[in-house]
């Protein structure tokens, strides 16, 4: 079992930044690659953004890519997505997953346990 619990959601202006976190604990955190994906009223949950186990391979959506970076610290049993120039259309309820794999993935169907998630809103 993995038990997962994001933190660091919020309200914050167009071009703002924000760093979200996911605490892992149950099985040993290194031994699995983990993933972020959001969920705006009325749409399917989406990829976001992935890590491998080892954190030395990054996946993410194009819609992000350049502004999300994913990471993870294996010590601190965490992983981290920092959001740079938000806009308005990365509100959403955001996520974090983990797969019992070492390789990361953009499709949620291939991640076991899920978090509670945390509400990202962007105002323009």
């Known amino acids: 079992q993995v038990q997962l619990v994001e933190s660091g959601g919020g309200l914050v202006q167009a071009g703002g930044s924000l760093r979200l976190s996911c605490a892992a604990s149950?099985?040993?955190?290194?031994?699995?690659?983990m993933g972020w994906f959001r969920q705006a009223p009325g749409k399917e949950r989406e990829f976001v953004a992935a890590?491998?186990?080892?954190?030395?391979?990054?996946y993410y959506a194009d819609s992000v890519k350049g502004r999300f970076t994913i990471s993870r610290d294996n010590a601190k049993n965490t992983m981290y997505l920092q959001m740079n120039s938000l806009r308005p259309g990365d509100t959403a309820v955001y996520y974090c997953a983990a797969r019992l794999s070492p390789a990361g993935s953009t499709r949620k169907d291939d991640y076991n346990y899920w978090g509670q998630g945390t509400q990202v809103t962007v105002s323009s």
């Open positions: 149950g099985r040993t955190f290194s031994s699995y690659a």
């Open positions: 890590i491998s186990w080892s954190g030395g391979n990054t």
